[in-house]
């Protein structure tokens, strides 16, 4: 089991249009951020979690945390300052060799057979990886008049999707990296394979979908409903 999750959950959520962010809208009488983590304490029940979270967050409620190990931590501007947070705290608490998973808060549909696969899949490798799921649809890129200009080869393209699962040293030296050279790294495999590693792709369930737009959320209860059955 990997000893420590990080769940970046600090994001204003404004492409959704809502009266509060969006990891606390309802799933069935449940906020989405309560959810997400009731997965992650199923799968892993024995981690440590650092809930990264806005310092002017009103909405959260310490009983939405089923983990009996846990700490709050205050999340950043971008996504990746929130993740860091929880890096920065683990200098004093992890080794290097440890596992660390890290999970947005917007994807309530993770399975626990899928963070069971993705850890089961990355115990021996040196680095880690992701759960992704390959891509289905048919890629076009534009030209400057949004008109077709190519069709993209989809073979070996992939969706990368969290939870990342990365060892602590090698997540700490992504940070470091991406901070000193000014990457913006948009997940957490973009910064380790700057580092010249090779993140490997572990197919996950392509209903594992981030909760992003207003309509997502009805889509979203729907798939929790169905996996309940
Ligand atoms: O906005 P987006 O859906 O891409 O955010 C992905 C994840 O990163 C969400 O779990 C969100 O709460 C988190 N986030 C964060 N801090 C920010 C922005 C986003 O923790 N400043």
Same mark, same amino acid.
């Given at each position: 089991?990997?000893?420590?999750? +990080?769940?970046p959950a600090a994001g204003r959520g404004?492409?959704?249009? &809502?009266?509060?962010p969006k990891q606390?809208?309802?799933?069935?009488?449940?906020?989405?951020?309560?959810?997400?983590?009731?997965?992650?304490?199923?799968?892993?029940?024995? !981690?440590?979690?650092?809930?990264?979270?806005?310092?002017?967050?009103?909405?959260?409620?310490?009983?939405? =945390?089923?983990? !009996?190990?846990?700490?709050?931590?205050?999340?950043?501007?971008?996504r990746?300052?929130? =993740?860091?947070?929880? +890096?920065?705290?683990?200098? #004093?608490?992890?080794?290097?060799?440890?596992? =660390?998973? +890290?999970?947005?808060v917007a994807? /309530?549909?993770?399975?626990?057979?899928?963070?069971?696969?993705?850890?089961?899949? +990355?115990?021996?490798?040196?680095?880690?990886?992701?759960?992704?799921?390959?891509?289905?649809?048919?890629?076009?890129?534009?030209?400057?008049?949004?008109?077709?200009?190519?069709?993209? !080869?989809?073979?070996?393209?992939?969706?990368?999707?969290?939870?990342?699962?990365?060892?602590?040293?090698?997540?700490?030296?992504?940070?470091?990296?991406?901070?000193?050279?000014?990457?913006?790294?948009?997940?957490? #495999?973009?910064?380790?394979?700057?580092?010249?590693?090779?993140?490997?792709?572990?197919?996950?369930?392509?209903?594992?979908?981030?909760?992003?737009? /207003?309509?997502?959320? &009805?889509?979203?209860?729907?798939?929790?409903?169905?996996?309940?059955?």
């Open positions: 089991a990997p000893q420590w999750l +990080i769940v404004t492409r959704m249009r &809502a009266a509060c606390y809208l309802l799933l069935d009488d449940r906020a989405v951020l309560a959810c997400t983590l009731a997965r992650l304490h199923e799968a892993f029940p024995e !981690a440590t979690l650092l809930l990264c979270l806005d310092a002017e967050d009103q909405w959260f409620h310490e009983s939405m =945390v089923p983990f !009996a190990r846990w700490q709050r931590l205050d999340g950043g501007d971008e990746v300052d929130s =993740v860091r947070a929880g +890096i920065d705290w683990l200098a #004093a608490h992890a080794h290097s060799d440890d596992w =660390v998973l +890290i999970h947005d994807r /309530p549909c993770v399975t626990v057979a899928d963070l069971h696969h993705l850890l089961e899949t +990355i115990r021996h490798d040196p680095v880690g990886g992701l759960l992704a799921a390959p891509v289905t649809d048919t890629l076009k890129r534009q030209d400057t008049h949004q008109r077709v200009e190519a069709t993209v !080869a989809r073979q070996g393209l992939w969706r990368a999707m969290t939870p990342q699962g990365f060892r602590y040293g090698v997540l700490r030296e992504a940070f470091e990296q991406a901070a000193s050279e000014h990457f913006l790294m948009t997940d957490e #495999a973009s910064g380790v394979e700057q580092l010249g590693h090779a993140p490997l792709l572990v197919t996950g369930r392509s209903d594992n979908l981030k909760i992003t737009h /207003p309509e997502d959320l &009805a889509l979203v209860a729907q798939i929790l409903r169905a996996q309940q059955d």
